[in-house]
């Protein structure tokens, strides 16, 4: 005889079945076949749902929109953004081993900030509360894990940064000379968006001054000089920027 088979692709299911098809009445009326058949589709459902009886996915999708199918799954490539199921499983963790940020459904992080991204080079774990939101509960402050930390294989040297959303290595020093301006007066750096400069003008021979009217930020990250007569398309003028953290 065959071995029966019977899955289920939800809990509420999974419930129904054993209290429909397996109910002790007296009557002697559950036969092998039957408890066969719901014992396999209790198996068959620990090992699809549960988090240890599983093995993870790896997903390389690129540019399109992934509804995961496994608790674990590590992303090599970069989907349009990630999805999951909100029926059977309760926790679900991601790998994100790209380069690049992906988009998901919301969760909320240990500060209780909804999040709709999961950042580039991080494993995130998020697990279902009673009023059917989804936390985060990994690399909270005082774990240790660590892992929000980017990848520090070639980044001797560097500085860490964040935008407030990922962590990255970046400088903290910047040179400039006239090429890198936009026009006469801008000098856009987008990686000092998040940051407040302190910038030394070479050919002056000493630094400029925000509140003596000599530069003013500008938006996006970088800087304008608004010194009388400045302008950078008629020398090679050189400057020193260094990056300094917003202040709180």
């Known amino acids: 005889m065959p071995i029966p088979s019977e899955t289920y692709s939800t809990m509420t299911q999974l419930v129904n079945a054993i209290n429909t098809k397996v109910i002790p009445n007296g009557m002697r009326e559950i036969d092998g076949e039957e408890l066969n058949n719901v014992l396999n589709g209790i198996c068959t459902f620990i090992v699809n749902y549960t988090m240890n009886g599983n093995l993870g996915a ?4 690129s540019g399109s929109v992934v509804t995961v199918s496994k ?3 590590i992303f090599t490539g970069a989907p349009t953004s990630i999805a999951w199921n909100d029926d059977v499983q ?5 790998v994100n081993a790209t380069g690049f940020d ?8 240990q500060y209780e900030t909804p999040q709709t991204v999961i950042p580039l080079r991080t494993a995130i774990h998020i697990a279902k509360l009673i009023n059917g939101s989804w936390a ?3 690399n909270l402050p005082g774990s240790g894990s660590g892992g929000d930390l980017p990848s520090q294989v070639g980044n001797g040297g560097a500085f860490l940064t964040t935008n407030g959303t990922s962590a990255s290595w970046g400088a903290p020093h910047v040179s400039i000379t006239s090429s890198d301006f936009s026009d006469a007066t801008n000098c856009p750096i987008t990686d000092a968006e998040y940051n407040t400069l302190s910038i030394f003008f070479s050919e ?5 001054y925000q509140d003596a ?5 500008l938006a996006g990250g970088g800087f304008t000089v608004t010194i009388a007569g400045f302008d950078s398309t008629v020398g090679n003028f050189h400057f020193e920027v260094f990056l300094k953290p917003l202040a709180a």
């Open 204 to 208: 002056y021979g000493r630094f400029i």
């Open 213 to 217: 009217g000599e530069w003013m930020p």
């Open 58 to 61: 790896v997903n390389s999708s």
């Open 90 to 94: 309760n926790e679900y963790i991601f």
């Open 71 to 73: 608790p674990i799954t």
């Open 136 to 138: 985060q509960v990994n």
């Open 102 to 109: 992906i988009p998901s459904l919301e969760f909320i992080d």
